[in-house]
């Protein structure tokens, strides 16, 4: 999984990326992997980690008026040119900083079995989509790859990082889920929900790290499908989930065994949602 980067030492690899020590900085690369259900899947969506470096870099200039962010530089080896950040290396805050706008995925099982989402309670009668009065901090655990990250409360992530640093991370989240949604909203895409990872300098300020407002890290809709009541249509990988849970795969979800390989259609379809999801939110061309 690891490259062989001239003055880069692997230090780790998640479901997307792989992170390298490089000099007094992270190499940050992000792959064409693809991942659904906990399983990364063969083959990989072609130009998937540009399009999502690009995207991360379009967000980043826009939220930098609220928080500042990791990257330091574009200029990386040529091996991993156009899908690969130098950032800073940063103490990260472990929790996976989530916000919800909109009722669907685990926080709708969550609503469902307990009419709340990480102890935040909702209105009775809400359904898949629907939107929310107003957008929720929704913190989860990180997880370890093949295993599920975790719903937790805002009470969790105060006793784990205390209370002025999970405040900090709340606020500032949901700041940037408020400026993502109506930039997004202008475009013709509901951000209905979103992941942030964050880090703290050795002064203490918070960094927004990781990747930011991607087709991976958030739920995007097209506004002009929107039907509570039912699955959304999405610009991200649900044309893989579908395919996976559908009786054209052959696979049991609940099995062992893992997923099928993805036909070259599912490929080339999820490749063209990703470049959808770029040029629509960002105005610029593949």
């Known amino acids: 999984m690891a490259l062989d980067i001239p003055g880069a030492t692997h ?50 200039d826009q939220l930098s008026p609220l928080v500042p962010h990791h990257v330091v530089s574009t200029e990386v080896p040529e091996v991993v040119a156009g899908r690969a950040l130098l950032v800073e290396k940063l103490d990260m805050f472990p929790v996976e900083c989530v916000v919800r706008g ?7 099982a969550d609503y469902q079995a307990t009419g709340e989402v990480c102890g935040v309670p909702l209105p009775a009668g809400l359904v898949d989509g629907d939107r929310l009065p107003e957008p929720i901090f929704t913190p989860a655990t990180k997880a370890a790859f093949g295993e599920h990250d975790e719903n937790v409360s805002f009470e969790q992530v105060a006793a784990t990082i205390g209370q002025e640093a999970a405040t ?9 889920y408020n400026l993502a949604e109506r930039t997004a909203r202008e475009r013709g895409i509901i951000l209905a929900d979103t ?14 790290a990781d990747e930011v407002l991607t087709p991976d890290s958030s739920r995007f809709w097209p506004a002009d499908e929107w ?31 893992p997923p099928p390989r993805l036909p070259d259609e599912i490929v080339e379809r999820t490749r063209a ?12 061309t593949w």
């Open 195 to 208: 992941k942030l990872e964050f880090g703290a300098r050795e002064d203490g300020t918070i960094v927004l």
């Open 168 to 176: 900090r991370l709340r606020d500032l989240s949901l700041g940037i």
């Open 102 to 108: 909109y009722l669907t995925g685990s926080g709708l």
């Open 11 to 60: 230090v780790h690899s998640g479901k997307v990326r792989d992170l390298y020590s490089y000099g007094d900085h992270y190499l940050m690369v992000a792959s064409d992997r693809i991942s659904a259900y906990d399983f990364s899947l063969e083959p990989p969506i072609p130009d998937k980690g540009e399009i999502l470096t690009r995207v991360s870099l379009w967000w980043f």
């Open 273 to 284: 949602r990703y470049i959808e999801a770029f040029e629509r939110l960002t105005g610029q």
């Open 227 to 257: 039907e509570p009541g039912r699955a959304q249509s999405s610009f991200d990988k649900q044309i893989v989930r579908n395919w996976l849970t559908s009786s054209a795969s052959g696979w049991d979800r609940r099995g062992e065994a």
